[in-house]
């Protein structure tokens, strides 16, 4: 297999020189009070995608979201106006959790009228206005006006749904995603409402798992039995090299080659793949969804396999050549556990074969996460263990590189302004 | 009344044992079995795999009648179980421990 060329400077790393080629720590990734510093500076002031517009399909569907790592719970909904609105999950009146459905902690979706709280049944209208107090005449000058949902930023990029816990968000969505990732507008999200979600609750810090899928060195490795011999073997001989990376601001993108399985030697390839004209890469057959946007398949590879793109700080949309797509979403439960979410997308089937299809590229998809999830809690026990706390990265790890740096960077600056606060609200 | 279409009535006591709904119970049947029973249900249900996939594909997905879709929760059940047949040898993913991935939204059928 040909190398694919490097940038100038020799290296896809060198090329960006504010990373340095030098060990990295991972203290970030095991440090307590990093992680709640991590909170206030990263999750509290960045935009996060929540959803998809198709789960708001009209007026009145709503979905909450647990937002652990910020300590709260958000709805999001679709108004009369047909706009979208998020609010902090609170009843004004005593704080219960006002939308849940039989377990408070766990996220609930719908469709409705109004919020009616389960405890004392004050009403919301779907604008957050409280409507409805119950005896009303008990209170002391109360004015519905001031006690409506307290709001949450929330802004619609390509059918991506994203609320920003911030009183005043530093930057418009748009702005925070930046040249690069608005490059891939345009490609047909929209098309693709066939939904798989799985989920898992993963004993690492978030980082280590964004981190699994930022690189593929590993997967000759890790992955290798998942392959016939005639195929892992080659493939572990010649590992893993991507035709080209990029990162614009904190965000980046890795983007690989693809194969064509239906030319490889048939031992190649597992009879489950040939039988179903599918596997991890996705349905052999593509779906026609028209030409792609230029932020797509940036090296122009043909074949193409993906592009992975990384956006700040925890959500990754990552598109196949075959056309379908996935996202991940790595949500913080403390600073050695998160909740790892992925959602497969593809045309909705319109037969069963294309619907068999698309649960084998599923099942493949599973049996290669849960390789690499596992792996991740014996490398977050081993990272706590302290005795080694730096650790060379290579070229092909240069997202991962990126990732940590960034999340010092933040940390680092939150860190300034709060140790100097008078210099900070001048700065704003 | 068998739980398949008619043609497939030799697939019937693997019908009762792997036609099921979720993902979830699917995996789960299959981290109960041992390599034999897995072995047993693929050698059986793999050769009229073709066969199967050519009678679903010839029902609209939207109007499955019940031994139809228990036909697909079949061909799934085949999908699920040729991971370890073809791969690990063993019913787990080597090395995934007690991970879980739990499939929380899928189309149906």
């Given at each position: 297999m040909a190398k694919w060329p490097k940038p100038p400077e020799g290296s896809w790393t060198e090329h960006y020189p504010e990373l340095g080629t030098g060990p990295v720590s991972f203290l970030d990734s095991i440090s307590p009070e990093f992680y709640e510093d991590e909170r206030e500076a990263v999750f509290k002031r960045c935009w996060l995608n929540v959803g998809r517009v198709e789960q708001l399909p009209r007026t009145g569907s709503y979905f909450t979201k647990e937002l652990a790592v910020a300590k709260t719970s958000v709805i999001v909904v679709r108004g009369a106006d047909g706009e979208i609105r998020a609010f902090h999950n609170i009843c004004r009146h005593r704080g219960n959790k006002l939308v849940w459905t039989d377990f408070p902690r766990e996220e609930t979706s719908g469709s409705c009228r109004q919020f009616v709280c389960k405890y004392h049944g004050w009403k919301y209208d779907l604008d957050g206005a409280l409507t409805f107090v119950q005896q009303e005449e008990e209170f002391f000058d109360l004015d519905k006006d001031a006690y409506g949902l307290v709001p949450v930023h929330c802004d619609v990029w390509s059918g991506f749904v994203f609320v920003n816990l911030d009183p005043e968000p530093r930057q418009s969505l748009r702005e925070f995603l930046g040249p690069m990732i608005t490059g891939i507008e345009g490609y047909p999200f929209e098309k693709m409402t066939e939904r798989f979600v799985v989920r898992a609750d993963v004993g690492s810090n978030w980082k280590l798992f964004?981190?699994?899928?930022?690189?593929?060195?590993?997967?000759?490795?890790?992955?290798?039995?998942?392959?016939?011999?005639?195929?892992?073997?080659?493939?572990?001989?010649?590992?893993?090299?991507?035709?080209?990376?990029?990162?614009?601001?904190?965000?980046?993108?890795?983007?690989?080659?693809?194969?064509?399985?239906?030319?490889?030697?048939?031992?190649?390839?597992?009879?489950?793949?040939?039988?179903?004209?599918?596997?991890?890469?996705?349905?052999?057959?593509?779906?026609?969804?028209?030409?792609?946007?230029?932020?797509?398949?940036?090296?122009?590879?043909?074949?193409?396999?993906l592009d992975s793109f990384q956006i700040w700080p925890n959500f990754v949309i990552l598109i196949w050549g075959q056309g379908w797509y996935l996202t991940y979403h790595y949500w913080p439960t403390s600073h050695q556990r998160h909740t790892f979410e992925s959602t497969l997308y593809f045309v909705p089937a319109q037969n069963a074969r294309e619907r068999i299809a698309h649960e084998m590229a599923a099942v493949s998809m599973k049996e290669y996460g849960l390789q690499d999830g596992n792996t991740l809690e014996a490398t977050q026990t081993m990272l706590e263990s302290g005795y080694v706390q730096s650790f060379p990265l290579n070229d092909q790890e240069v997202l991962c590189r990126n990732l940590h740096k960034v999340a010092v960077d933040w940390v680092e600056d939150y860190r300034a302004e709060r140790s100097a606060p008078s210099d900070a609200a001048a700065v704003r | 009344m068998g739980l398949l279409p008619e043609p497939f009535a030799d697939l019937e006591p693997y019908a009762a044992v792997w036609s099921l709904p979720t993902e979830g119970e699917r995996y789960d049947r299959r981290l109960a079995s041992t390599m034999d029973e897995l072995q047993t249900f693929y050698d059986a249900c793999f050769p009229r795999l073709e066969a199967a996939i050519a009678y679903c594909d010839g029902v609209p997905l939207a109007e499955m009648p019940d031994d139809v879709v228990r036909l697909m929760q079949l061909i799934y059940s085949l999908v699920i179980v040729s991971m370890p047949v073809e791969a690990w040898r063993q019913p787990n993913v080597p090395d995934a421990g007690a991970a879980r991935l739990d499939r929380i939204v899928e189309p149906m059928p």
């Amino acid at each position: 297999m040909a190398k694919w060329p490097k940038p100038p400077e020799g290296s896809w790393t060198e090329h960006y020189p504010e990373l340095g080629t030098g060990p990295v720590s991972f203290l970030d990734s095991i440090s307590p009070e990093f992680y709640e510093d991590e909170r206030e500076a990263v999750f509290k002031r960045c935009w996060l995608n929540v959803g998809r517009v198709e789960q708001l399909p009209r007026t009145g569907s709503y979905f909450t979201k647990e937002l652990a790592v910020a300590k709260t719970s958000v709805i999001v909904v679709r108004g009369a106006d047909g706009e979208i609105r998020a609010f902090h999950n609170i009843c004004r009146h005593r704080g219960n959790k006002l939308v849940w459905t039989d377990f408070p902690r766990e996220e609930t979706s719908g469709s409705c009228r109004q919020f009616v709280c389960k405890y004392h049944g004050w009403k919301y209208d779907l604008d957050g206005a409280l409507t409805f107090v119950q005896q009303e005449e008990e209170f002391f000058d109360l004015d519905k006006d001031a006690y409506g949902l307290v709001p949450v930023h929330c802004d619609v990029w390509s059918g991506f749904v994203f609320v920003n816990l911030d009183p005043e968000p530093r930057q418009s969505l748009r702005e925070f995603l930046g040249p690069m990732i608005t490059g891939i507008e345009g490609y047909p999200f929209e098309k693709m409402t066939e939904r798989f979600v799985v989920r898992a609750d993963v004993g690492s810090n978030w980082k280590l798992f964004m981190d699994a899928f930022q690189e593929f060195y590993h997967a000759p490795i890790l992955h290798a039995r998942q392959t016939p011999a005639a195929f892992s073997i080659p493939a572990a001989a010649n590992g893993f090299h991507a035709p080209h990376y990029e990162i614009d601001g904190p965000h980046g993108v890795v983007s690989t080659a693809g194969i064509r399985p239906w030319n490889l030697p048939s031992e190649m390839r597992k009879p489950m793949e040939d039988a179903t004209r599918s596997g991890l890469f996705g349905p052999w057959d593509a779906p026609d969804i028209g030409p792609l946007p230029d932020g797509v398949n940036p090296a122009k590879c043909d074949p193409w396999g993906l592009d992975s793109f990384q956006i700040w700080p925890n959500f990754v949309i990552l598109i196949w050549g075959q056309g379908w797509y996935l996202t991940y979403h790595y949500w913080p439960t403390s600073h050695q556990r998160h909740t790892f979410e992925s959602t497969l997308y593809f045309v909705p089937a319109q037969n069963a074969r294309e619907r068999i299809a698309h649960e084998m590229a599923a099942v493949s998809m599973k049996e290669y996460g849960l390789q690499d999830g596992n792996t991740l809690e014996a490398t977050q026990t081993m990272l706590e263990s302290g005795y080694v706390q730096s650790f060379p990265l290579n070229d092909q790890e240069v997202l991962c590189r990126n990732l940590h740096k960034v999340a010092v960077d933040w940390v680092e600056d939150y860190r300034a302004e709060r140790s100097a606060p008078s210099d900070a609200a001048a700065v704003r | 009344m068998g739980l398949l279409p008619e043609p497939f009535a030799d697939l019937e006591p693997y019908a009762a044992v792997w036609s099921l709904p979720t993902e979830g119970e699917r995996y789960d049947r299959r981290l109960a079995s041992t390599m034999d029973e897995l072995q047993t249900f693929y050698d059986a249900c793999f050769p009229r795999l073709e066969a199967a996939i050519a009678y679903c594909d010839g029902v609209p997905l939207a109007e499955m009648p019940d031994d139809v879709v228990r036909l697909m929760q079949l061909i799934y059940s085949l999908v699920i179980v040729s991971m370890p047949v073809e791969a690990w040898r063993q019913p787990n993913v080597p090395d995934a421990g007690a991970a879980r991935l739990d499939r929380i939204v899928e189309p149906m059928p």
